[in-house]
């Protein structure tokens, strides 16, 4: 499975979204299957963007998740990604590339394009 910074983000704005103390345990997009979400939440809390409760099978694969809230990281990263142009302008520029990159390269350039949008750089 290949990361995906779409499915990310979508995660992460739906917990943002969510109001405070709700325990978040369904969780669908279009496209994309049960256990692909369930490993982008794991991915998420591993790197420290969501605090979750995941539930492994005999065979150490995600069965389950409860997302109980967004961490300071997450909300560190959304702020950087909340707007859409930009989102979508960061991810062409990456696409156009053909490079991988890893999430702390994305933030940066996140970041460094909100910076040219605000006339801060």
């Known amino acids: 499975m290949r990361r995906d910074f779409e499915l990310i983000r979508s995660i992460l704005l739906d917990v ?9 345990n369904q969780f669908s997009y279009t496209g994309k299957e049960p256990a692909e979400i ?9 790197a420290g963007f969501l605090e979750a409760d995941v539930q492994l099978d005999g065979e150490g694969l995600p069965l389950v998740c409860v997302v109980t809230r ?52």
């Not at 369930?38 to 591993?46: A, F, P």
């Not at 961490?71 to 520029?93: C, I, M, P, Y």
Request: aromatic content about 4%; hydrophobic content about 45%; cysteine-free.
């Open 16 to 24: 943002e979204s969510a109001p405070a103390g709700q325990l978040l």
């Open 70 to 121: 967004l961490t300071w990281k997450g909300h560190e990263f959304l702020d950087s990604a909340r707007n859409d142009a930009l989102w979508r302008k960061v991810l062409a520029q990456v696409k156009e590339r053909s490079v991988s990159v890893s999430v702390e390269i994305l933030q940066s350039l996140l970041t460094k394009a909100l910076k040219g949008h605000l006339g801060l750089e």
């Open 38 to 46: 369930l490993e982008h939440i794991v991915l998420l809390t591993n």
